[in-house]
C-alpha cells in the first residue's frame, strides 16, 4: 500500500520558517492535502491540492509538490501554530480508492 | 452554521457492534463525499471509509467486511455500522466531508470515542 513519511518532529523559532516534508513516491503525481491538528481538538484543512489555501487560512501558509516529496511551508511561525500536521493524498493506483494520511509532524514553537 | 456532529460511541468488548452516527447541519451528507476518519490514542489520522454523494463506498482493509457506510437523506445522516469489534478499533471517530473525489476534507466534526476492551 501506498505511503507516506513526515519527520516526527519540527521545533522552530518565533517568526522563523518551518519546513514539514511529505515523502512518497512519486507523490507529486497526486493532490496533496494537509491538515493542523492541535491537542483535543479535530483536524482542520490548512492547504488542499498542493499549494491552495482554505479561505481563512494565512498566507503563511503554503505548500509544494514535486517529485517524491511534498512540502508545507509555514512563514513567521507563531505560538499557534505549535500542532501536529498530518499530510493525506486519495491514492487510486493500488485497485482499490483510498485516502493515505501521512505519519504526521509535531511543530514545537522554541 | 455549518456542522458535522457524531455521536453514537462508547464502550463494547471485541466482537460486539456499534453504530455511529454523523448528522449534518447545514451542509447536505448527500451532496459530497463523506469520510469516516479515526486515530487512536497518542497515534496518527487513519481513513476509514467514504461514501461519495453517488452512493459508492470504500473502505480501509483494515476494516473491510466489518465496516458498512450508509447514510439516510431525509435524516441528513450519515453512519457507520462497526461490527466484529477489536481492540484495534479503539479511537476517536471523524466524520469528514470531501468536495470531490481526491479532494481534501473541508469540515470535520468533532469526534466520537469508541473504546473496545474485553
Known amino acids: 500500500s501506498y505511503v507516506l513519511t513526515q519527520p516526527p518532529s519540527v521545533s522552530v523559532a518565533p517568526g522563523q520558517t518551518a519546513t514539514i516534508t511529505c515523502a512518497g513516491n512519486?507523490?507529486?503525481?497526486?493532490?496533496v492535502h494537509w491538515y493542523q491538528q492541535k491537542p483535543g481538538q479535530a483536524p482542520a484543512l490548512v492547504v488542499y491540492?498542493?499549494?491552495d489555501r482554505p479561505s481563512g487560512i494565512p498566507e503563511r501558509f503554503s505548500g509544494s509538490n514535486s517529485g517524491n516529496t511534498a512540502t508545507l511551508t509555514i512563514s513567521r511561525v507563531e505560538a499557534g501554530d505549535e500542532a501536529d500536521y498530518f499530510c493525506q493524498v486519495w491514492d487510486t493506483n493500488s485497485g482499490h480508492p483510498h485516502y493515505v494520511f501521512g505519519t504526521g509532524t509535531q511543530v514545537t514553537v522554541l | 452554521e455549518v456542522q458535522l456532529v457524531e455521536s453514537g460511541g462508547g464502550s463494547a468488548q471485541p466482537g460486539e457492534s456499534l453504530r455511529l452516527s454523523c448528522a449534518g447541519s447545514g451542509v447536505s451528507v448527500s451532496d459530497y463525499n463523506m469520510n469516516w476518519v479515526r486515530q487512536a490514542p497518542g497515534k496518527g489520522l487513519e481513513w476509514v471509509s467514504v461514501?461519495?454523494?453517488?452512493?459508492?463506498?470504500y473502505f480501509a482493509d483494515s476494516v473491510k467486511g466489518r465496516f458498512t457506510i450508509n447514510r439516510h437523506n431525509s435524516k441528513n445522516t450519515l453512519y457507520l455500522q462497526m461490527n466484529s469489534l477489536r481492540t484495534e478499533d479503539t479511537a476517536v471517530y471523524y466524520c469528514?466531508?470531501?468536495?470531490?473525489?481526491?479532494?481534501?476534507?473541508?469540515?470535520w466534526g468533532q469526534g466520537t470515542t469508541v473504546a473496545v476492551s474485553s
Open positions: 491540492d498542493d499549494s
Open positions: 469528514a466531508r470531501a468536495l470531490y473525489d481526491s479532494a481534501g476534507m473541508d469540515i
Open positions: 461514501m461519495h454523494s453517488g452512493g459508492r463506498t
Open positions: 512519486d507523490i507529486g503525481g497526486k493532490s
